[in-house]
């Protein structure tokens, strides 16, 4: 064959992911010099446990980025979940009020979804503005005080190797969403949709009732992260989820989706969460101010995206 | 070369070639612009005239090759350098800024400053001057978006006029323009090839050249055909170095006329805002060449046929049978396929590989139960890798950007294929298509006819007409003007119809090429 010729050099052929991997090797190599923990079990129990609700929201951010899309109402869309569920439980018993709490999640998810679609307001103004909303909602509802759940604690149980629910909850997700991405129509449609939104118009795709599909996932995965949140913490606040939604973009992107669509992987989406995520919990073990864990943290997307940039440069010029 | 003796070239290039990818589309190509002089550069679609006059414009950076200015060698590293040397292009797409004014558009780049701000009276002086040199009068501070094709066209060129251009390059400048705006243009160059100007003009048209022109260059596969004064070259001898051993084709392409079968498609006083009461049907085996220029209503019928932008009236019927066509999707369940004149922005699904573009509309069928892998699409792949000879890796894993414009084509050809599509409306299907490919492309389109597809070639390039019509249908401002069996089809019938209808019938022109909204 004509193209198979002469081979490619490394880069090219290298999957996209390897870069990741080094990366996360690279931070592994450096924690566990510096601290003995880091490497036990339960020193990545805790690691994993951590990114389990930011993870379970990077799933459905994954899948709309790819799609070109956005939802930073996320982070806000948590805290009104888990209010809803506290404010509700009392009143309706915990099963009621947590499908309440999970179907305010698909609410959310829906309204996005609508006012994108539908309205034809962007996505990046659409989410800024429910964010907003969800935000205010939830401190002004509930007058700023922390709202105490009881007998909502089965994300903290550890039924299997020490591994809360929580975790395995991340992982469930983000398996049963990479089948979905890789192995379905509606997953081919998503990449369609993000690689060339009037191609897929052209080739018979319904775009937009796609990307509400899309926007109603991330809502019932905010509806879960609600939950998730609710019972790891016992607790709801005003402050819940404060940031979330900056942290599922950063996993996001440092995981390979493009911001121009058609591309990323769940897989990346994983890598780009850990690499974080063992950050923060290494410069922790060693002593090092949380403040400057953001620092960090900030300093790696830039590094991880400017590298790919340099790929990209690298991979086109032929 | 035919310099006139004691002349020197103001602009001499020499030996330039330029590959994208794998494919050279400029083998060394030699020319000489002279001052005072109109030189013509024809040649056909994918001969490789843009890509050249991109080089000398310092757009494009050629592979090998020199070009001297006055006789000193100089490097046209960019446009901004190219401009600095008083080399000018005017580009044959418009590439404008919508929203600012008429002023601000002629100078753009240029603005004249006072005290670090834009001095707005400078600006409309210098605009309206540079205007009234073309014969135009258009409103300064209007955003060009609210212009006509033609008018914008005007400003373009007029911002290639600002300051001193010792050498103007301009690309198909009259293909939106009208015959009032082609005569000041042409008053325009004359004037310029007064004082001292090098001019080098693209065009199509063969009776521009013996209006225009002092000289007449042919481009064909990337290297000068011809060469000549036009005082001695006759239409005849242009016409064979354009169109050389395609001619062959053409040939080819007669004793292949089907008896025309049962009607696949039938249209019946279709209108929108860009074509009026149009007419027409696709027999199985048929190849209706749908032929017309800018501003002829042509890609938007095209579109509207496969339910793309939306119909003001008429009906549709699909093998006899009345159907509504109100999306895409629709259309494909009716068994139309469709491709884009536009092909990176409206066809290919970029960051995706080629098997996964070419099965698109096919996913539903290639699922089971709703579930399909890369594996099931390089399956549907192969077959039509073979069959299109799309210069590809046989499953299709590689980027479909970065397949050459040719066999991107094929692919986007065989994604209704596989759809199983019968009748197809392509628009303009060997647009930035080099030559080899666009024979490949008229012998499968040929093969596909003659199997029992219904196809419409929508296209504003006549050679996709006389190469494999079977019947064409010429359209200007939005109305047929002229329909031609397959005997009466030919490059001289084609412009003709195009020209004269383009007299007879003075309803206003279309604004804007066809735009498909992504929702």
Redesign the interface.
């Known amino acids: ?4 010729a002469r081979r490619p050099p490394f880069w090219r052929r290298a999957p996209e992911s390897a870069a990741l991997v080094t990366f996360l090797l690279l931070e592994i190599v450096v924690f566990s010099l510096g601290s003995p923990y880091f490497l036990s079990w339960a020193n990545w129990v805790n690691i994993l446990t951590a990114l389990s609700i930011a993870g379970v929201l990077a799933a459905g951010g994954t899948v709309l980025l790819i799609a070109g899309q956005f939802d930073l109402s996320v982070g806000s869309g948590v805290a009104f979940v888990a209010l809803v569920l506290a404010m509700a439980a009392p009143a309706l018993g915990l099963p009621t009020a947590t499908g309440l709490a999970f179907l305010t999640g698909l609410v959310i998810g829906a309204l996005n979804g609508f006012l994108v ?1 539908v309205v ?1 307001v962007n996505a990046l103004i659409t989410t800024l503005g429910t964010l907003a909303i969800f935000r205010g909602l939830t401190q002004s509802i509930g007058g700023g005080r922390n709202i105490a759940l009881t007998g909502f604690d089965w994300a903290i149980a550890r039924p299997v190797l020490h591994v809360p629910v929580a975790a395995l909850v991340f992982v469930a997700v983000s398996v049963v969403t990479a089948v979905v991405l ?5 997953g ?2 998503i ?2 949709i ?15 009732r796609t990307i509400f599909l899309a926007f109603v996932l991330s809502g019932a995965l905010i509806g879960l992260g609600g939950l998730l949140s609710a019972s790891q913490l016992g607790s709801t606040s005003g402050t819940t989820g404060l940031g979330l939604e900056l942290a599922v973009v950063t996993a996001v992107i440092l995981g390979g989706t ?1 911001l ?4 990323g992987t769940i897989l990346g989406t994983v890598l780009g969460l850990l690499i974080v995520g063992v950050l923060s919990n290494g410069l922790t073990l060693m002593n090092i101010n949380s403040t400057w864990q953001q620092v960090a943290t900030g300093t790696l997307l830039i590094l991880a995206v400017s590298f790919d940039q340099l790929r990209q440069r690298l991979t086109q010029t ?1 | 070369m035919t310099l006139p003796d004691g002349a020197r070239p103001f602009l001499a290039v020499r030996g330039i070639r330029k590959s994208f ?1 794998p494919v050279e589309v400029l083998h060394g190509v030699d020319l000489d612009l002279l001052p005072g002089s109109v030189t013509a550069l024809l040649g056909e679609n994918g001969a490789g005239k843009s890509t050249f006059v991109r080089i000398l414009a310092g757009d494009y950076q050629p592979d090998a090759g020199k070009v001297e200015l006055d006789g000193v060698p100089v490097h046209l590293r960019t446009v901004a350098r190219a401009r600095e040397l008083g080399i000018r292009l005017i580009a044959q797409e418009i590439a404008d800024a919508p929203t600012l004014s008429v002023a601000e558009n002629v100078l753009l780049g240029a603005w004249p400053l006072r005290a670090g701000f834009v001095d707005r009276p400078a600006m409309h002086r210098t605009a309206r001057a540079t205007l009234e040199t073309l014969g135009a009068n258009l409103p300064l501070g209007a955003p060009v978006s609210s212009l006509r094709l033609g008018e914008r066209q005007i400003v373009e060129i007029a911002r290639a006029m600002v300051g001193s251009s010792r050498c103007l390059i301009l690309d198909e400048p009259t293909a939106a323009l009208s015959d009032a705006e082609t005569q000041r243009l042409f008053a325009l160059v004359r004037r310029m090839r007064e004082q001292g100007a090098a001019i080098l003009y693209i065009t199509h048209r063969l009776d521009e050249v013996a209006t225009i022109a002092d000289r007449v260059v042919v481009l064909r596969d990337g290297r000068v055909a011809l060469d000549a004064l036009v005082a001695d070259a006759s239409q005849p001898s242009i016409v064979e170095a354009m169109v050389g051993r395609s001619l062959a084709i053409r040939h080819d392409s007669i004793h292949a006329a089907p008896p025309p079968g049962r009607d696949l498609l039938q249209a019946q006083g279709l209108s929108s805002p860009d074509f009026e009461d149009v007419s027409l049907a696709v027999g199985a085996g048929e190849i209706v060449g749908l032929y017309g220029k800018v501003g002829s209503g042509v890609p938007e019928l095209a579109a509207a046929l ?1 339910g ?1 932008t939306a119909l003001k009236g008429g009906r549709i019927a699909v093998e006899g049978r009345p159907v509504t066509i109100k ?3 629709e259309a ?2 009716h068994g139309i396929g ?1 491709l ?1 004149g536009d092909r990176a ?8 590989p080629v098997a ?1 573009n070419l099965a ?2 096919s ?2 069928r290639l ?1 089971r139960r ?5 594996a099931a699409e390089r399956r549907a792949y192969l077959p039509w890798y073979g069959r299109l000879r799309v ?4 499953d299709g894993a ?1 980027r479909i950007t ?1 397949l050459s414009g040719g066999n991107q084509q094929k692919v986007m050809l065989g ?1 209704w294929l596989e759809a199983r599509s019968r009748i197809l409306v392509l628009t303009e299907p060997t647009r930035g298509v080099d030559v080899g490919a666009r024979a490949e492309i008229y012998q499968v389109l040929r093969d596909l006819a003659r199997q029992g597809h219904g196809i419409v070639v929508a296209t504003s390039d006549y050679e996709d007409v006389t190469a494999m019509a079977t019947r064409a249908i010429v359209m200007v401002r939005g109305r047929i003007v002229a329909t031609l069996a397959q005997d009466e089809i030919s490059t001289a019938s084609l412009t003709q119809a195009a020209g004269a209808g383009a007299l007879d019938h003075a309803v206003p022109v279309a604004k804007g090429g066809v735009h ?4």
């Open positions: 064959m004509p193209t198979s679609t034809g890789n192995r379905t129509v509606f081919r449609t990449y369609a993000g690689a060339n939104a009037t191609a897929a118009r052209l080739v018979g795709i319904p775009t937009r493009s121009k669509g058609g591309t032929r | 990818g496969f793309a999306s895409p999707a494909i369940r469709y884009s922005g409206e066809g290919l699904l970029g960051a995706r996964e698109a509309p996913w539903g699922a709703g579930w399909i892998g890369a210069r590809s890796r046989p590689e970065t994604r498909v909204p992504s929702h």
